[in-house]
T-cell receptor, first 113, second 115 residues
Framework: GIQVEQSPPDLILQEGANSTLRCNFS?????LQWFHQNPWGQLINLFY???GTKQNGRLSATTVATERYSLLYISSSQTTDSGVYFCAVGSLAGGTSYGKLTFGQGTILTVHP | ETGVTQTPRHLVMGMTNKKSLKCEQH?????MYWYKQSAKKPLELMFV???????ENNSVPSRFSPECPNSSHLFLHLHTLQPEDSALYLCASSRVLGSSGNTIYFGEGSWLTVV
């Protein structure tokens, strides 16, 4: 099956700093989502971005599908940004992927005040 | 609030008990999913339902039994579980066809501890 690798595994920032999280995947995808998992376990949708660039406030994401990677940018980080960030992809293999997402291991982000 | 509600949020059960997890979505979606998140492991897809029909069982042991009575509700029936089944169980939903805009939305999860 498709492989998803995220880097870095851990990231510690001072409040106000910027960061870039990376997601590499091993096959063509028709679905790519970034999630933030809060301390209570809930996965919050950040972006649906199988290709292109999107921005939402201090967050933005870019997926270069032909090169099989996606980047999540966090600018002016805040303590509330702490948590685990997951990249998840749906592969083109086997037809419509619905929500059969394959998740990466996640990046644990800690933002200190 | 994502439009996907799970109950209970926390469950402790013995290995001989029978319990159920419930999921309800208010998004008008037709596909629903169960995912499992164990410590130190990526989220794993367990089951997929499309218009109430199971379309995927990702080699899940039979002690986990899903039920989807309609497109808005999904259950996970649990019986004779093992301590290693302790995990966060996440329900999700999405629209059915087409890759465009097929965003998946997760519930808050049910923390299960098997003792």
């Amino acid at each position: 099956g498709i492989q998803v690798e995220q880097s870095p595994p851990d990231l510690i920032l001072q409040e106000g700093a910027n960061s870039t999280l990376r997601c590499n995947f091993s096959d063509s995808v028709n679905n790519l989502q970034w999630f933030h998992q809060n301390p209570w376990g809930q996965l919050i949708n950040l972006f649906y971005i199988p290709s292109g660039t999107k921005q939402n406030g201090r967050l933005s994401a870019t997926t270069v599908a032909t090169e099989r990677y996606s980047l999540l940018y966090i600018s002016s980080s805040q303590t509330t940004d702490s948590g685990v960030y997951f990249c998840a992809v749906g592969s083109l293999a086997g037809g419509t992927s619905y929500g059969k997402l394959t998740f990466g291991q996640g990046t644990i982000l800690t933002v200190h005040p | 609030e994502t439009g996907v509600t799970q109950t209970p949020r926390h469950l402790v059960m013995g290995m001989t008990n029978k319990k159920s997890l419930k999921c309800e979505q208010h998004l008008g979606h037709n596909a629903m999913y169960w995912y499992k998140q164990s410590a130190k492991k990526p989220l794993e897809l367990m089951f997929v339902y499309n218009f109430k029909e199971q379309t995927e069982n990702n080699s899940v042991p039979s002690r986990f039994s899903p039920e989807c009575p309609n497109s808005s509700h999904l259950f996970l029936h649990l019986h004779t579980l093992q301590p290693e089944d302790s995990a966060l169980y996440l329900c999700a939903s999405s629209r059915v066809l087409g890759s465009s805009g097929n965003t998946i939305y997760f519930g808050e999860g049910s923390w299960l501890t098997v003792v």
